[in-house]
């Protein structure tokens, strides 16, 4: 079957000089088209993996002027996403906004949840400016799959994207709560194949993204998972491209 280019809806800048020349190799070498890129190393590891389990906030700001001009080298290849940080104006994110071709939340690294205003407000000026929203959730109340989906239903005109299927790689629960609110669809890096199978039978083939979270994850790893689940050509063309391209308005 001749399979088309991927389209990596999640990947993050990697730290080094080379890194844009870096990143365009593995793709290359990897049938990777092109990826959405957003900042990297906005928050220590050790700190992330704790605030995952027990909350926690951070306040520092994303390297997004590294990530333009990481973009700007790759020939159209990467596609910048904004990182916002919710404890900032929102006029800060609209002042760039028309620079970027999405915007990317994170209540694991800022400690804010959905409902807060502040995420609210970022929202409103993606929908401005017509950009799908990347998210992320917790096992926490406040930013769970669920509360995203309260989110969801005040902005039914934008798209959001739940990374990961949800906060765990076994995370059916979150599937099944996004599976009624049809603007939301999951991109799919660090779960189990299985969990792909479920989100592809409850939120069907049109709402299911493939993603790398390169270079945490390489994305061999995720491209080995697609490959062994056998999926239909149809099927395969939408998550692997065809969806990416129409979140972000392309044809």
Request: glycine share 8%; net charge negative; with cysteine.
């Amino acid at each position: 079957m001749d399979r088309p280019p991927f389209l990596d809806f999640h990947t993050r800048l990697m730290p080094g000089p080379d890194a844009v020349d870096r990143q365009l190799a593995l793709m290359a070498e990897l049938g990777i088209d092109r990826a959405v890129l957003a900042a990297g190393a906005v928050i220590d590891p050790d700190r992330l993996a704790r605030q995952l389990v027990e909350g926690g906030q951070f306040d520092s700001d994303a390297d997004n002027d590294a990530v333009l001009a990481a973009c700007a080298r790759s020939g159209g290849r990467l596609i910048p996403f904004f990182f916002a940080n919710p404890h900032r104006p929102a006029g800060v994110y609209r002042e760039r906004a028309a620079e970027f071709r999405g915007l990317e939340l994170s209540p694991a690294v800022h400690g804010i949840p959905f409902a807060d205003e502040r995420m609210v407000d970022l929202v409103r000026v993606a929908g401005e400016f017509g950009h799908p929203v990347y998210t992320v959730s917790l096992g926490q109340p406040g930013f769970g799959a669920g509360d995203l989906v309260e989110l969801a239903k005040r902005f039914p005109d934008i798209t959001f994207v739940l990374g990961h299927c949800g906060f765990l790689a076994v995370d059916l629960h979150a599937v099944n709560q996004i599976a009624p609110q049809p603007n939301i669809l999951a991109e799919t890096s660090g779960t189990f194949s299985f969990i792909v199978k479920a989100a592809l039978a409850r939120l069907g083939a049109d709402r299911v993204l493939f993603g790398s979270e390169h270079p945490h994850q390489h994305p061999a790893v995720e491209i080995t998972k697609y490959r062994t689940l056998d999926l239909p050509e149809e099927t395969w063309n939408k998550v692997v491209r065809l969806n990416a391209l129409r979140v972000l308005g392309e044809r």
